[in-house]
């Protein structure tokens, strides 16, 4: 049978069948929501660690960048300095072949400025260089970092493989099992399970009767309506909160 027959099909459905079709899939869910209990926080660890070192990646990446640059600017300096320091003796030499005061003057004048350019690229060589050493420091401590999340990051994946791998076959039986069961229920209905399971903390939308109280949120259901709801002849919700009931027993009449 089709899922487009089984459509069809659930139309016709009373409302007892309809109810133990909504339990059934709840049994399933339960199951389901077991195993993805068992895996806990770890595919948001792993993807959080993931994330940790895509973040540290990029980080390396331009400070090995940034160091780059700022050698490329050392070099430029130290050229510019050596270029400055030959103009210093090229001008001083020709001081000693001046013909008058203001020929020695200017060239005084290019000397000093030449000079000013060698204090300058010493100083901004000596800067460039600092920078480099603090961001070695900070690349080092990122590589540091990156090499400890790696190492967490393969643990957790070995983990999360492991607890899948022992799982996997369950899983894929009662996602099957929850595909069939799921194409019984009309539409409207299966919204509205779906809705209470997003809505309520332990993901429970159709609860038997327990102890006289609802089986989501433990409240009493007054004695009347507990009969109503053994009976079966209509969908019956919690009136504290909202969860749809049934009558513990529905699976085997």
């Known amino acids: 049978m089709t899922s487009k027959d089984k459509k069809v099909e659930n139309v016709g459905q009373s409302v007892k069948e309809k109810l133990k079709t909504l ?11 077991r195993i993805k209990t068992l895996r806990g926080e770890l ?3 792993v993807r959080d660690l993931e994330d940790e070192v895509a973040g540290l990646e990029t980080r390396i990446q331009k400070l090995k960048a940034e160091n780059e640059n700022l050698n490329s600017q ?3 300096r130290e050229i510019a300095k050596r270029e400055a320091e030959a103009l210093v003796k090229k001008y001083t030499e020709q001081q000693n072949n001046v013909r008058n005061n203001r020929e020695y003057d200017a060239l005084t004048k290019e000397i000093e400025f030449q000079n000013l350019e060698i204090e300058l690229c010493n100083k901004k ?5 600092t920078q480099i050493e603090q961001k070695e420091i ?81 409240n009493k259901i007054p ?4 009969l109503d709801i053994k009976s079966s002849r209509k ?13 513990p027993d529905i699976l085997e009449k």
Request: with cysteine.
């Open 235 to 247: 969908i019956i919700p919690c009136e504290y909160c909202g969860r749809i009931l049934v009558d």
């Open 43 to 45: 595919p948001l660890e």
């Open 74 to 76: 050392i070099k430029a």
């Open 23 to 33: 339990y059934k899939l709840q049994l399933i869910d339960i199951e389901i929501d």
């Open 223 to 226: 004695p009347q309506r507990q």
């Open 138 to 218: 900070l690349l080092k401590e990122s590589i540091e970092r990156i090499e400890e999340k790696k190492k967490d990051l393969q643990a957790k994946k070995v983990e999360l493989d492991t607890i899948i791998a022992e799982t996997k076959a369950e899983e894929e039986k009662l996602m099957s099992q929850r595909e069939d069961v799921a194409a019984l229920i009309e539409q409207r209905l299966l919204y509205a399970y779906n809705r209470i399971r997003n809505n309520v903390r332990n993901k429970l939308a159709v609860v038997p009767i327990h102890r006289d109280a609802c089986g989501g949120c433990y």
């Open 125 to 129: 060589i000596k800067d460039f260089k």
